[in-house]
């Protein structure tokens, strides 16, 4: 009974910024990491962003410097902060939830980056 949605995702033109949002609801009984994840067509899914319970944040190479993950509401809320996008971005960008051993996963939000 854990649910993950995600919103925030869209058109947007190289150069451009969006943030994603995921909201975690349900019977959770803690939290150990939230992370993004993104899958474009043809490609496997890789991991972004991750932010651990002590406030540890980690980043994928491809996105240092222009990403930024945080968290709120004790973990129950994370965003995505994405600055100065690039068509390689485009992809669909998940939300992912550990808690007590399990993975829970969000329905996914389409981002574009027009070229």
């Known amino acids: 009974q854990v649910q993950l949605v995600e919103s925030g995702g869209g058109l947007v033109q190289p150069g451009g910024s969006l943030r994603l949002s995921c909201v975690a609801s349900?019977?959770?009984?803690?939290?150990?990491?939230m992370a993004w994840y993104r899958q474009a067509p043809g490609k496997q899914r890789e991991v972004l962003a991750s932010i651990f319970s002590g406030g540890v944040t980690n980043y994928a190479d491809s996105v240092k410097g222009r990403f930024t993950i945080s968290s709120a509401n004790a973990k129950r809320t994370v965003y995505l902060q994405m600055n100065s996008l690039k068509p390689d971005d485009t992809a669909v960008y998940y939300c992912?939830?550990?808690?007590?051993?399990?993975?829970?996963w969000g329905q996914g939000t389409q981002v574009t980056v027009s070229s």
């Open positions: 349900g019977s959770i009984f803690s939290i150990g990491v």
């Open positions: 992912m939830l550990v808690s007590g051993g399990r993975g829970y």
